[in-house]
């Protein structure tokens, strides 16, 4: 991809808006802000380019109410956001793998109309906003991800590894840019080329239309820079390579071998006949006219490509320029992904009035203690304040004139004096008129502290597999809810019971030996594991803190719940007790620590609600990884 860095530059660079944006993966180096100021020269010089920070609040993106102006004018004046600023032109995001939901689908609803509604303070206007993004992704970890929404809208997805670029890689001037940003409108793409994009598409497993679209348009923007009028197998090749393989979730099915045709026996040659026929006669010379029309009647055939053709074609491009490592990693992103809403490092939030992490204001009265927002309160009352001002100069206007009760010549009455409780305040009206309905309390949010309990299975089954990589997964994870200041426990089952090893607790030394004394062999009382988690879960909640069960097994249970052996009703048993943890609305993880999958702990997994993850080749660290992204601890 580092050699189709200058290509993307000039592709997305003639139509921003078309093509939504580059999702640029890339640490803060020297590379990353060569290819910006490559963009920034490639792009018109009345397209603005403006860096959006991480924290943006609404106002500033959306646009507003400006409250200092409408104070001082007396009637709601707008605030221009950043997003209507930067109307046909460029905003790029710093540490996008950080962005909430609410904001990537404030990019997308811009992305998808392109424009603005302002409807909020008071304010109702429609502002144009058709514009491409740069979404900066600097995550370290492959679980550090550029929201799934905001992505899709993005036309093209590059790394850049903080190499240097090829310098035999293509380069173009902003005037050559500009002369096809002209022309791209003009460019002629046949239903082949978009049929062959839409199968390779479906061949690497792309579900989104949206990729289909933003090649057809890469493919367009690719003809109209190579000085063509119409799209050709390169230029579709080009849109193939840089919009769909990097979108890749599968590679592309083997072609099946053609089993060869058997050998016909071979027909003995005819007997010669006795009377044979005469020669037929030589054909009449054909007509030179028809020698003509002939010939382009094959020019003709021969000027479609076959469609099947160009889609193999097509997806071998593609498929060559799929990331090494790319397909390795998707397992793992998809599970993070399906992760339940429930599940993560972080608790269930808590409704409290007074304490946590302001999430806004909401309309009411300052009771119990609850905080004003003056700002939020101000805002609310800006648009009224002409009304109200004559509303409180037609209640307070002076009645007819009265001489004055005393005379004197200080005009004040005796022993009157400016100070007195008797004498009228001065009639001047308040700047800022708030009433009752205007008040604003700010809201608060408290999240609530984790607990995961890890139900290690001991018995002789998992030790003779995997109950060694299970300790070491265990470990690691422990150690990143240390990290996290979550609390941890962790429930062993083995022979005919399931003990606690370790009741919720945030000492890391404590837990590791509680883990390094743990023998295997025995039984699997799985259904007496699923209690006891249960059970402890219950208590956790109790206190007003928020379980995640993670349970490590093979799934095959053999000891019933009263301790009497036998697979079926073991079995019977152990799916009784998922059923009642999903009824409890637990978060839960099952890792199938088996060499093979096994279908026992997929259907476990399911009874319980839980997430299942198969990882029959992994060690300690892919078992961690995989937890991790799964329960949400990013």
């Known amino acids: 991809m580092q050699g189709d860095a200058a290509t993307i530059a000039a592709l997305f660079a003639m139509d921003p808006a078309g093509l939504g944006g580059v999702a640029l993966r890339a640490p803060a180096c020297a590379a990353r802000d060569d290819w910006l100021a490559l963009l920034r020269t490639l792009l018109p010089a009345a397209s603005p380019m403006r860096r959006v920070p991480l924290n943006i609040g609404d106002t500033a993106l959306l646009g507003g109410l400006d409250l200092g102006a409408t104070l001082q004018a007396g009637r709601p004046v707008a605030l221009q956001g950043l997003l209507a600023q930067a109307h046909s032109g460029v905003l790029v995001l710093a540490m996008a793998e950080r962005m909430t939901a609410g904001a990537a689908a404030r990019f997308g609803s811009v992305l998808d109309s392109g424009q603005v509604l302002l409807q909020r303070d008071g304010l109702d206007s429609v502002l144009p906003a058709r514009l491409g993004l740069v979404a900066l992704d600097e995550g370290a970890d492959e679980d550090e991800q550029l929201p799934a929404s905001l992505a899709e809208r993005l036309a093209f997805h590059m790394r850049i590894d903080g190499q240097a670029e090829d310098e035999e890689s293509p380069r173009w001037t902003a005037d050559e840019v500009l002369t096809a940003r002209q022309r791209v409108g003009r460019v002629q793409m046949a239903p082949e080329s978009v049929q062959a994009l839409c199968a390779a598409a479906m061949a690497l497993g792309i579900d989104s239309l949206r990729a289909s679209l933003f090649a057809a348009r890469a493919a367009r923007a690719a003809a109209a820079l190579a000085g063509s009028d119409t799209v050709e197998e390169e230029h579709i090749a080009v849109a193939a390579r840089l919009v769909l393989a990097p979108r890749a979730t599968r590679l592309p099915p083997a072609p099946e071998q053609q089993e060869p045709e058997p050998p016909q026996e071979q027909a003995s040659p005819p007997e010669p006949a006795e009377n044979p026929a005469p020669e037929p006669p030589p054909e009449p010379p054909q007509d030179p006219q028809d020698d003509a029309k002939n010939e382009e009647n094959d020019e003709a055939d021969s000027q479609p490509p076959d469609p099947q053709e160009l889609a193999e074609r097509v ?25 339940s809403p429930t599940s993560g490092s972080a608790g269930a939030e808590q409704k409290n009035a007074l304490r946590g992490r302001p999430v806004g204001a909401r309309k009411g009265e300052p009771r119990a203690g609850q905080r004003i927002n003056v700002l939020e309160t101000l805002r609310a009352a800006a648009p009224w304040q002409k009304l109200r001002r004559n509303a409180l100069a037609s209640t307070s206007a002076p009645g007819p004139a009265r001489p004055p009760p005393y ?21 001047t009206a308040p700047r800022i008129v708030v009433r009752k309905e205007d008040f604003h309390v700010t809201r608060f949010r408290q999240l609530g502290q984790t607990t995961t309990v890890f139900v290690v299975d001991a018995s002789g089954s998992s030790a003779l597999n995997r109950l060694a990589e ?13 990290v996290r200041r979550d609390s941890v426990a962790v429930l062993a089952f083995r022979g005919k019971v399931a003990e606690v090893l370790l009741p919720p607790t945030r000492s890391l030394a404590r837990a590791k030996r509680s883990l390094a004394g743990l023998p295997g062999g025995g039984g699997t009382p799985l259904a007496s594991a699923i209690d006891a988690a249960a059970a402890l879960a219950g208590q956790i909640k109790r206190k007003g803190e928020t379980p995640i069960v993670v349970l490590l097994t093979d799934g095959k249970a053999n000891i019933a719940r009263d301790g009497s052996p036998g697979r079926g009703p073991a079995t019977s048993d152990a799916l009784a007790a998922a059923a009642q943890l999903r009824a409890t609305g637990v978060s839960a993880l099952l890792v199938d620590t088996s060499p093979q999958p096994q279908s026992s702990a997929e259907q476990l997994a399911a009874a319980m609600g839980a997430q299942y993850l198969a990882l029959p080749y992994g060690g300690a660290q892919s078992l961690n990884q995989a937890v991790r992204a799964v329960a949400g601890r990013n």
């Open 315 to 339: 997806l071998e491009a593609a498929q060559a320029a799929i990331p090494a490592g790319l397909l390795a990693s998707l397992k793992i992103g998809a599970l993070q992904r399906a992760k």
């Open 407 to 427: 005379s004197s010549a200080s005009g004040r009455a005796p022993n009157s004096s400016p100070l007195s409780p008797s004498a009228p305040p001065p009639a």
């Open 470 to 482: 299970a300790k070491g997964a265990v470990e690691l994870l422990l150690a990143d809810c240390y």
